[in-house]
């Protein structure tokens, strides 16, 4: 007896289905700890407030950081969707800038780093170490992709060729710079506009930088 394929609309209310409870199980998350604290939260706990069991916890995050910082790795996931679609003859780091800039100006789906609560769990990350730990592997997994990104736009090999890793760790780093600095400054302003104009003057001052750094073609470095 043949097996009935799923159909396509059987798959889509599925993935459906497992979008809604993964983003359940990442506000579950959130939520507590931002209210107790990460060594106060347990998965049993986000499980519980997600109305799922413990192993449907298990199928969709490997722990209560990365349920907590989802949104982290789904706005990597969006900025380097954006840095595919920048016109291939863009330089790599103006191509990675207005991708990120992009990110940054969508209204009709914001940013979650810009959504409520997000820039408090930002600055936790900070202070507390298993989310510090999640944070920076979600961080180097997007990076890694952006750097593959860059290799094909520059037809390269990425494991050869450093300019890719170069790039993506400079754009990526003012980025992250920028969110740092940002995180840290409260919840009284506007959000997303006040990050997007720190983002631009991140990225200005590392496009200055490194113009005064590039050695005069009439002189000769000692």
């Excluded at 599925?14 to 359940?24: I, L």
């Excluded at 998350?29 to 298990?58: K, P």
């Amino acid at each position: 007896m043949t097996a009935t394929k799923p159909s396509p609309a059987t798959e889509d209310r599925r993935q459906r289905k497992a979008r809604r409870t993964r983003d359940a199980l990442a506000t579950a998350a959130c939520d507590l700890i931002l209210e107790r604290g990460s060594a106060a939260t347990t998965v049993e706990a986000i499980a519980e407030r997600a109305d799922v069991t413990r192993r449907t916890f298990s199928r969709h995050f490997a722990g209560k950081a990365d349920a907590a910082l989802d949104f982290v790795r789904r706005d990597g996931d969006r900025i380097n969707a954006l840095l595919r679609s920048r016109p291939a003859e863009e330089p790599p780091l103006l191509a990675y800038r207005r991708a990120v800039r992009a990110w940054l100006a969508d209204r009709e789906d914001p940013a979650w780093h810009v959504r409520p609560r997000m820039r408090r769990l930002l600055a936790l990350a900070d202070t507390e170490p298993e989310l510090f730990a999640a944070y920076q592997r979600i961080r180097v997994d997007a990076q890694e992709e952006s750097i593959r990104i860059v290799a094909g736009r520059l037809g390269s090999d990425d494991a050869r060729d450093v300019r890719p890793a170069a790039v993506v760790d400079a754009a990526a780093g003012v980025l992250i710079a920028a969110l740092r600095l940002w995180a840290r400054g409260g919840e009284g302003n506007s959000g997303a506009a006040d990050l997007a104009a720190l983002v631009e003057r991140a990225y200005d001052a590392l496009t200055s930088e490194a113009a005064a750094a590039t050695p005069d073609s009439t002189t000769t470095e000692e």
